[in-house]
């Protein structure tokens, strides 16, 4: 029997690395689309000891891109490649449209002309909400999306482009809108992983004090290794659809220093600092995500939950310090 082929763009980030080692488990030959760096050791990091066929490339550039979509001739595309820091797409509008928007174009326009069998995977985003909030707290599909950053917009725009193609040309193009999700994998760059490692580093007496923005936004936070097993079923379903992809439980930035500091018998009280350099423009106050009918319909359930996937990342930080 024929391996089904699987090409993943934004293979070097953390749910392209959880993903990959999924449907290497599922029986798939992998193939991924990495951007040269001048620093070759960060290409692959994250996947370097996986079974992976890697392809320079850039999502912005069309001609790679069909170059390698016909190389490759995959059964199913996974687009998770992004601009993917809020912050910074305040800083980097213009790229951040271009990279989480046009690129995504480029991939349905190859997909639509050259092979419409193709099976497209777009990880859409629960920014795409900005602050709006249904009566009863959570974020759903039906909730009216008003994103509040750069990102966010980039990601609704997607979003919509994503549905207009599969309304109108019949592909099998679906979404997962995932809420934030975290693991050991995620860059330094990031709330989570800056708070873990910063505690861990104040631990062993490198550091003196953890920096943060605002501290009691609130975010619906899963696991990373759990979420890419959203994803795949998604894909396998019997027709292409959106999906909301959450825990359902929402902790403040607060929590998340809490229990982290709490782990390394600290107070975080003691070594938190606030920076209005690290506020958003435009605060995004609170995620909470209504997953029900995944759970009921793909029958995934997450295996994490918010204090496990901590204690991991301290653990994580901690051997590797």
């Not at 995944?294 to 051997?319: A, C, D, G, H």
Request: charged fraction near 25%; charge should be positive.
């Amino acid at each position: 029997m024929k391996k089904k082929i699987a090409l993943i763009t934004g293979i070097n980030g953390q749910d392209g690395s959880y993903l990959s080692e999924l449907l290497i488990k599922k029986g798939y030959s992998v193939h991924g689309i990495v951007r040269r760096h001048s620093l070759a050791e960060n290409q692959d990091i994250r996947i370097n000891n996986l079974n992976v066929k890697t392809h320079y490339g850039d999502l912005l550039d069309e001609v790679s891109l069909m170059k390698i979509i016909r190389k490759v001739k995959p059964d199913e595309i996974y687009n998770l490649a992004a601009m993917s820091h809020v912050r910074i797409s305040t800083e980097m509008p213009s790229f951040t449209i271009k990279v989480n928007s046009l690129a995504l174009l480029n991939l349905m326009e190859i997909i639509r002309n050259y092979n419409d069998k193709i099976k497209l995977y777009q990880a859409s985003s629960s920014e795409m909400f900005g602050n709006s909030i249904d009566k009863d707290g959570y974020q759903r599909l039906t909730t009216p999306m008003n994103p509040v950053s750069p990102y966010g917009c980039s990601k609704l725009l997607g979003y919509n482009l994503i549905n207009h193609y599969r309304n109108a040309y019949d592909n099998f193009f679906c979404t997962g809108i995932l809420f934030n999700h975290e693991s050991p994998r995620r860059g330094i760059n990031f709330v989570t992983n800056k708070v873990v490692r910063t505690a861990v580093e104040i631990k062993k007496g490198l550091k003196k004090k953890l920096i943060l923005g605002n501290i009691d936004s609130y975010r619906d936070w899963g696991h990373s290794k759990d979420y890419v097993e959203a994803i795949y079923k998604i894909m396998q379903f019997k027709k292409a659809e959106n999906w909301i992809v959450s825990t359902g439980n929402t902790y403040s930035v607060r929590d998340l220093c809490k229990i982290t500091f709490k782990l390394l018998n600290m107070n975080y009280k003691d070594y938190i600092k606030q920076d209005k350099r690290y506020f958003r423009p435009q605060e995004l106050k609170y995620l909470k995500g209504d997953s029900s009918r995944t759970r009921r319909v793909l029958k995934w359930q997450p295996k994490y939950t918010f204090e496990t996937m901590i204690e991991e990342m301290v653990n994580y930080w901690s051997n590797k310090l």
